[in-house]
């Protein structure tokens, strides 16, 4: 698997994004969705990833700047049929080098705080993420988990 990259202009990261949005919409309510759409995540203060398996999109994530030394983890998904096989890993060990090597020292997440969510939060805390208060311009939501880590 390489990670790479991603200026999203490519139809397969586009369907896959839009797959995500449709998944996030249908578990969460319309006020707590926090995930974004393609043309949201082609903002400057974002940067994107995807990871393949030789052609093949497997997962993606991204960051996004709040200030000089705090960024926010975006978009942290995996194809379904490869849920659970190292891929979230792989991605998460990249995204925190990246995310240093760029002079953050702290990274910070939403996430579900639902049932279907578990597993993602059992990632995040494994790579030693935190439960916290909202940050940035979230608000205090019953089906929002908070999580954060210093770099």
């Known amino acids: 698997m ?3 990259a ?9 369907r896959f994004l839009a797959e995500h949005v449709e998944q996030m919409r249908s ?4 006020e707590s969705k926090h995930a974004l759409d393609l043309d949201s995540l082609r903002k400057p203060e974002i940067t994107f990833w995807s990871a393949l398996d030789g052609d093949r ?6 960051i996004k700047k709040l200030d000089a030394s705090h ?3 975006k978009s942290m998904r995996t194809r ?24 953050f020292s702290r990274l910070s997440l939403e996430t579900g705080s639902a049932e279907f969510f ?13 439960v916290c208060e909202p940050f940035a311009n979230y608000q205090p939501d019953p089906n ?8």
């Open 57 to 62: 999109l497997v997962g993606c994530g991204a």
């Open 2 to 4: 390489k990670i790479v």
């Open 71 to 73: 960024a926010e983890l």
């Open 6 to 14: 991603d200026d999203l202009s490519g139809p397969e990261i586009a």
């Open 27 to 30: 578990l969460t309510p319309l």
């Open 118 to 130: 578990l597993p993602a939060r059992r990632l995040y805390e494994k790579f030693g993420f935190q």
């Open 144 to 151: 929002s988990t908070f999580m954060t880590k210093i770099l």
């Open 80 to 103: 379904p049929t490869r849920q659970r096989c190292g891929i979230g890993s792989r991605l998460l060990e990249h995204i925190l080098s990246e995310a240093k090597g760029m002079g």
